[in-house]
């Protein structure tokens, strides 16, 4: 019942600026924490960025300054807005959510289908 739909991702230039988004649907209680991982080719998955209840967010060093993740509690989304794309951020990019849906009493993992963010030089 519960799933992350995913929006965004495409091809831009080196120096371009995409927008990722992720809606959690279905029969939400609580979100604790939502995220943004990405995997490229031959590379194990990497936190991107996370925003946790409190709204404290923390990324990774090499998208620092580039990239800012917000989360519209509301809407129960998460948003990663890409600026200064490079070419190494070329990835697919996946969401994440650690979640309780309402009929469960448990907090689980939840994962979007991945959005493919290619990056040209």
């Known amino acids: 019942q519960v799933q992350l739909v995913e929006s965004g991702g495409g091809l831009v230039q080196a120096g371009g600026s995409l927008r990722l988004s992720c809606a959690a649907s279905?029969?939400?209680?609580?979100?604790?924490?939502m995220a943004w991982y990405r995997q490229a080719p031959g590379k194990r998955r990497e936190l991107v960025a996370i925003v946790k209840n409190g709204g404290s967010t923390e990324y990774t060093d090499s998208v620092k300054g580039r990239f800012t993740i917000s989360r519209d509690y509301a809407k129960r989304s998460v948003v990663l807005q890409m600026n200064n794309l490079k070419p190494e951020d070329t990835a697919v990019y996946l969401c994440y959510a650690d979640l309780r849906a309402s009929f469960d009493r448990d907090y689980r993992n939840y994962w979007g289908q991945g959005t493919q963010v290619t990056v040209s030089s």
């Open positions: 279905g029969s939400i209680g609580d979100i604790n924490v």
